[in-house]
């Protein structure tokens, strides 16, 4: 429970931080600031060994190299869970896994609803399908103290196989044209983790340099290089054989943790949400991308998420966990409607890489739906724990009452 309480202080307080990166790039955007921010993130770096080079403006650098760090920060939280964590355990991922199924499936049929007569658009009906954990946990932190654990453990857990499946999604659906030279390099390098896998091997320098060489062969074979991150962290030894206290994966998952909670994550927003609002019309409001993926993140993440663990609940054994009530669960549903980082990423696949040019509709739209899921969900949240407050205080002074007689 230590180790929990220690992740959500700071996936909270990353979310805080990703929210004022976000203010601050669109301040930016639009200040006499903001031909600076786009030379800035436009910017070319290149790095190259011999004939092999890789040259990325700085956008792409962050979208492709830092965001690896924050996959396979999630891949060693996935493994961690999966393990000895939450996800180990059925009888709590039941009821958590039908809600993020629901939060995947109904925002991105909502979307194809509104795109289904444009089939340019369909391209990115994964991006309203997304969760971002670090924001709504921020949004849960601003409610103090008085949010009971499950609410968050819920939360988590939901999040976490929501990451799954959108990690499934980016392997599936938005991979290019394959190289197969590249592939054989990715392939000799897998072969080389499990051979260290295998022999329990617990040299993390070693793994990290095999997880280098994988993310430059994934950027150089059409499978998106974010996944390397996510690969290399299912390799890493759980338990170090020598000593069964030290897991190596607790002790990168620790280490990284700070890292991509308060620079990596922040980064990404500063550089991806600087939106410039003088080009907002009603034909970018009113556009099929923009409502699709608003009413999909807003409309279609409360009705999935809620609408299915509704249904398990009713109809099965499964029951809410303890402190949470219908209420607090439809709270925790429009909370989940907060896409932000995932849905900016997986929006960066669909449109940005594959030349259609839908950049403003894109973000628009992530950006309104996540605003309006923060402040509901915060109101909702804010009204389930002080009816509960409310009916815990009655109780106790009818309990009082009764002791008296």
């Known amino acids: 429970m230590t180790t929990l309480r220690s992740f959500l202080k700071r996936e909270a307080a990353g979310g805080v931080l990703l929210m ?67 996800l180990a355990k059925p009888s709590l991922v039941a009821l958590p896994a039908t809600g993020a199924v629901g939060g995947m499936l109904v925002p991105a049929l909502i979307y194809l609803g509104f795109t289904s007569s444009q089939p340019e658009f369909i391209v990115g009906w994964a991006i309203p399908a997304a969760t971002d954990i670090a924001f709504a946990l921020g949004i849960l932190a601003l409610l103090g103290k008085s949010v009971p654990t499950s609410i968050k453990l819920f939360l988590v857990t939901l999040a976490i196989i929501d990451d799954i499946g959108a990690i499934l999604i980016i392997a599936v659906f938005y991979t290019e044209s394959l190289d197969p030279a590249a592939l054989a390099v990715v392939a000799v390098c897998i072969v080389f983790l499990c051979i260290l896998n295998y022999r329990k091997i617990c040299d993390i320098p070693a793994y990290i340099l095999l997880g280098t060489l994988l993310w430059m062969a994934l950027l150089k074979s059409g499978v998106h290089a974010t996944l390397a991150g996510v690969v290399l962290a299912f390799f890493i030894p759980m338990r170090d054989p020598k000593n069964l206290r ?42 099929p991308v923009t409502m699709g993926i608003a009413a999909g993140l807003f409309v279609g993440m409360q009705v999935g998420v809620f609408g299915f663990s509704y249904l398990v609940v009713r109809f099965t054994r499964t029951e809410l966990p303890k402190g949470m009530d219908f209420l607090s669960l439809y709270g925790v549903s429009i909370l989940c409607g907060v896409g932000f980082t995932m849905s900016l990423f997986i929006g960066s696949l669909a449109f940005e890489e594959s030349g259609i040019n839908m950049l403003i509709d894109e973000r628009l739209g992530i950006l309104m739906a996540s605003l309006v899921s923060a402040i509901t969900g915060f109101l909702v949240l804010k009204l389930a724990i002080r009816r509960s407050q409310v009916a815990k205080s009655s109780l106790r002074r009818r309990k009082l009452a009764e002791q008296r007689r």
């Open 246 to 287: 030290y897991s190596p994966v607790r002790h990168l998952e620790h280490s990284l943790h700070p890292t991509v909670a308060f620079i990596i994550l922040p980064l990404f927003a500063f550089a991806n949400a600087g939106l410039d609002l003088s080009f907002i019309s009603m034909d970018s409001l009113t556009h």
């Open 20 to 86: 004022l990166a976000t203010v601050l790039a669109l301040l930016i955007a639009n200040s006499p600031l903001a031909e600076y921010y786009g030379l800035l993130i436009n910017l070319i770096a290149s790095v190259s060994l011999g004939d092999f080079s890789i040259e990325k403006p700085l956008l792409l650098w962050i979208n492709d190299g830092l965001m690896a760090i924050f996959f396979f920060l999630v891949g060693l939280e996935l493994k961690r869970e999966i393990m000895e964590g939450e």
